[in-house]
């Protein structure tokens, strides 16, 4: 069965603007900005700020309220399950990633943590295994590009989505359509769960993240340098499998988690 026009523009919109924009950087020059030594193209600035603002604006007046809404009305524990739950599903696309990156002990980790989390800890809701000691690590064609040595190319910030890169966006469309259980929801003609899961995941990462999110920005003078930075070191210490946050860096959007 053929998926809905409607679904397809919106796992191709993102792509396609990074891609128009990856191809014009081409021919654009700008001087650079650095994340420690790391050199970082941000051609765009201008459209990227602007771009920026609105995604601001949006969580200011959407995201977050929904976010609060979602924290006052669900128990802790019932958003943990539905972050362990969510996490969950990314199995399939962390294992084939560990493995195309050579990790086999990471794809090794990821199988059994799918496994025993599905079986026992009741379909991914309870992370049995993390408990166990065998902790979540996510993995994304972005992080495999990089591993195979291939640099961010220009910084992009999309709407609703945020920050990435070429790079990393190139790395969200292949895990979009490589991920099993989004070709089951489209052959099955279920569209709804489609929305439903980007749904569910849109206010679970505002709800983890509104707090850090909030901070970064009273303390920043250039609150968009701050994330550009931000987001740079994040997913550095992702590629050489590091915990971001045990090594001080600020937790931000997953591009890939929707």
């Given at each position: 069965?053929?998926?809905?026009?409607?679904?397809?523009?919106?796992?191709?919109?993102?792509?396609?603007?990074?891609?128009?924009?990856?191809?014009?950087?081409c021919?654009?020059?700008?001087?650079a900005v650095y994340?420690?030594?790391?050199?970082?193209?941000d051609?765009?600035?201008?459209?990227?700020?602007?771009?920026?603002?609105?995604?601001?604006?949006?969580?200011?007046?959407?995201?977050r309220?929904?976010?609060?809404?979602?924290?006052?009305?669900?128990?802790?524990?019932?958003r943990?399950?539905?972050?362990?739950?969510?996490?969950?599903l990314?199995s399939?696309?962390?294992?084939?990633?560990?493995?195309l990156?050579?990790?086999?002990e990471?794809?090794g980790?990821?199988?059994t943590?799918?496994?025993?989390?599905t079986l026992i800890?009741?379909g991914?809701l309870?992370d049995?295994?993390?408990?166990?000691g065998?902790?979540?690590?996510?993995?994304?064609?972005?992080?495999?590009l990089a591993?195979?040595?291939?640099?961010?190319?220009?910084?992009?910030?999309?709407?609703?989505?945020?920050p990435?890169?070429?790079?990393d966006?190139?790395?969200?469309?292949?895990d979009?359509?490589?991920d099993p259980?989004?070709?089951?929801?489209?052959?099955?003609?279920?569209?709804e769960w489609f929305?439903?899961?980007?749904?569910?995941?849109?206010?679970?990462?505002h709800?983890?993240?509104m707090?850090?999110?909030?901070?970064?920005?009273?303390?920043?003078i250039?609150?968009?340098?701050?994330m550009r930075?931000?987001y740079?070191?994040h997913?550095?210490?992702?590629?050489?499998d590091?915990d971001?946050n045990?090594?001080?860096?600020?937790?931000i959007?997953?591009?890939?988690?929707?």
């Amino acid at each position: 069965m053929q998926r809905t026009k409607t679904t397809t523009n919106i796992l191709n919109l993102a792509f396609i603007a990074v891609l128009s924009l990856g191809m014009a950087g081409c021919s654009t020059t700008n001087e650079a900005v650095y994340v420690g030594e790391e050199q970082i193209q941000d051609p765009f600035e201008g459209y990227n700020r602007a771009v920026f603002a609105f995604n601001d604006a949006v969580d200011t007046t959407i995201s977050r309220p929904v976010a609060k809404g979602y924290r006052a009305i669900v128990p802790k524990p019932a958003r943990t399950g539905v972050k362990n739950f969510l996490r969950n599903l990314k199995s399939p696309i962390i294992i084939a990633n560990q493995l195309l990156q050579g990790d086999l002990e990471g794809a090794g980790d990821a199988a059994t943590r799918a496994a025993v989390n599905t079986l026992i800890g009741v379909g991914g809701l309870i992370d049995v295994a993390g408990d166990e000691g065998i902790q979540y690590e996510p993995e994304d064609f972005g992080q495999t590009l990089a591993v195979w040595g291939v640099d961010h190319g220009p910084y992009v910030v999309a709407p609703i989505f945020g920050p990435g890169s070429f790079r990393d966006y190139t790395g969200m469309v292949v895990d979009m359509y490589a991920d099993p259980i989004h070709w089951w929801i489209h052959n099955t003609d279920q569209e709804e769960w489609f929305y439903a899961r980007a749904g569910v995941t849109f206010v679970d990462r505002h709800d983890e993240l509104m707090d850090v999110l909030e901070e970064l920005k009273i303390s920043s003078i250039d609150y968009y340098a701050a994330m550009r930075s931000v987001y740079y070191q994040h997913r550095a210490a992702l590629v050489k499998d590091e915990d971001p946050n045990l090594a001080g860096i600020t937790e931000i959007p997953d591009y890939d988690s929707f």
